[in-house]
T-cell receptor
Framework: AQSVTQPDIHITVSEGASLELRCNYS??????LFWYVQSPGQGLQLLLK??????LVQGIKGFEAEFKRSQSSFNLRKPSVHWSDAAEYFC???????????FGTGTRLTIIP | GAVVSQHPSRVICKSGTSVKIECRSL??????MFWYRQFPKQSLMLMAT?????????EQGVEKDKFLINHASLTLSTLTVTSAHPEDSSFYIC??????????FGQGTRLTVV
């Protein structure tokens, strides 16, 4: 069965600093990988996705993520965070032919001035 | 992009009553809708999968008689929490997969049972 691990429950970053949120997955083949962001009391917004091809994917709001098959990782990065980036971030995986998403436990991002 | 509209965004109901949550796909046809439950500061847990024109598939441990799901058309899926109790208070989110292999989420419904 596929699974997703987000090792960091809560991360605090200064505004303007760089960010990396970790995500590791467990799946036998190459999965479809996603990062979603959730503001308090809101639904989820897709930041970016990886299906195949270039392992460095660009998303919205200046985010990018890199798929590393050897490490089973799909870490999310942003060079300079803004106060508006404070939210909950979820990594998710699904397999080819299966529309169900499996979510990680989420990482809460706090931005300090 | 594709939009899933979820209504209501917040609802407070008395214990023992039923609450219906609607999810509509606004500009695409959703043959499948996923229903998730999210406890405070936790991840999303899949409750059930609804398919247009057929019975919903429930995840292990989810009471199908408590959480009634109907997917009567290609644009509407509903979740009814029957005989609600305080422990049913939670954030419920729907999601529909699109042809682009991604999923589009509703805005969520905060249910509070008093």
């Amino acid at each position: 069965a596929q699974s997703v691990t987000q090792p960091d429950i809560h991360i605090t970053v200064s505004e303007g600093a760089s960010l990396e949120l970790r995500c590791n997955y467990s799946y036998g083949a190459t999965p479809y990988l996603f990062w979603y962001v959730q503001s308090p009391g809101q639904g989820l917004q897709l930041l970016l996705k990886y299906f195949s091809g270039d392992t460095l994917v660009q998303g919205i709001k200046g985010f990018e993520a890199e798929f590393k098959r050897s490490q089973s990782s799909f870490n999310l990065r942003k060079p300079s965070v803004h106060w508006s980036d404070a939210a909950e971030y979820f990594c998710a995986v699904r397999s080819f032919g299966n529309e169900k998403l499996t979510f990680g436990t989420g990482t809460r991002l706090t931005i300090i001035p | 992009g594709a939009v899933v509209s979820q209504h209501p965004s917040r609802v407070i109901c008395k214990s023992g009553t039923s609450v219906k949550i609607e999810c509509r796909s606004l500009d695409f046809q959703a043959t499948t809708m996923f229903w998730y439950r999210q406890f405070p500061k936790q991840s999303l847990m899949l409750m059930a999968t609804s398919n247009e024109g057929s019975k919903a598939t429930y995840e292990q441990g989810v009471e199908k008689d408590k959480f009634l799901i109907n997917h009567a058309s290609l644009t509407l899926s509903t979740l009814t929490v029957t005989s609600a109790h305080p422990e049913d208070s939670s954030f419920y989110i729907c999601s529909a997969p699109a042809d682009t292999h991604e999923a589009f989420f509703g805005q969520g419904t905060r249910l509070t049972v008093v």
